[in-house]
């Protein structure tokens, strides 16, 4: 009886003590504040999670051809293919996602693929119709992408992207590329247009 009463007595002198660093006196010391806003933090805040994010692989083939007033004039042209990593990060709107891209380029004016280069890209995606089915999703999504080709002769590009995508058990999704945009190779006298075709998979991102 004794020792129950000596744990009772322990217990409201913690509490009491707790409640003096919350309040003293009647007047908020401002340690309440801040647990509420503990709590609340635990339930709202900001947090990175992994469903936040999507890594892929994307592998496109792209032409550039210089535009020429002559129609007997072919210009110069290149054709490559740009294997590359890509990293998504999903933003407070589901339907739109910051994006990089890191990766090779191979190619050149003749087709034979041997010029060698770095291909780097960022922009953004935009989901704008889903399908949702048995066991798979379908997305359509329009891309904004800066991309730039450092090989002996630099590519710099704007490109519109078009995407139709499969996401398989919201687990991995698989995307067809198309787009087209403007192209510019310094050493060329005049711009570009450059087209591509891709197709890549990607894991995560699912929310």
């Known amino acids: 009886m004794k020792i129950k009463a000596i744990l009772l007595l322990v217990f409201l002198g913690l509490s009491a003590q707790a409640q003096t660093v919350v309040r003293k006196d009647g007047v908020s010391t401002g340690a309440d504040v801040q647990v509420s806003d503990l709590k609340s933090s635990k339930g709202t805040g900001l947090y990175i999670g992994l469903e936040d994010w999507r890594i892929g692989v994307q592998i496109p083939v792209l032409v550039i051809q210089e535009i020429t007033e002559d129609p007997y004039d072919v210009g110069a042209n290149y054709l490559g293919v740009a294997p590359h990593v890509t990293v998504e990060r999903l933003t407070n ?60 002769d630099p590519k710099y590009m704007l490109t519109a992207n078009i995407y139709q995508s499969v996401q398989l058990f919201d687990a991995a999704t698989f995307d067809f590329v198309f787009g087209a945009g403007f192209a510019n190779v310094p050493s060329w006298e005049l711009p570009a247009l450059q087209i591509r075709l891709g197709v890549g998979v990607g894991f995560g991102g699912v929310q």
């Open 93 to 152: 709107l589901p339907a739109i996602k910051w994006k990089g891209a890191l990766g090779y380029s191979r190619g050149d004016s003749m087709g034979e693929f041997t010029d060698f280069g770095a291909y780097l890209a960022a922009g953004v995606r935009i989901d704008f119709n889903q399908g949702d089915f048995f066991f798979y999703q379908q997305t359509q999504s329009l891309e904004f992408m800066a991309e730039t080709i450092l090989d002996v």
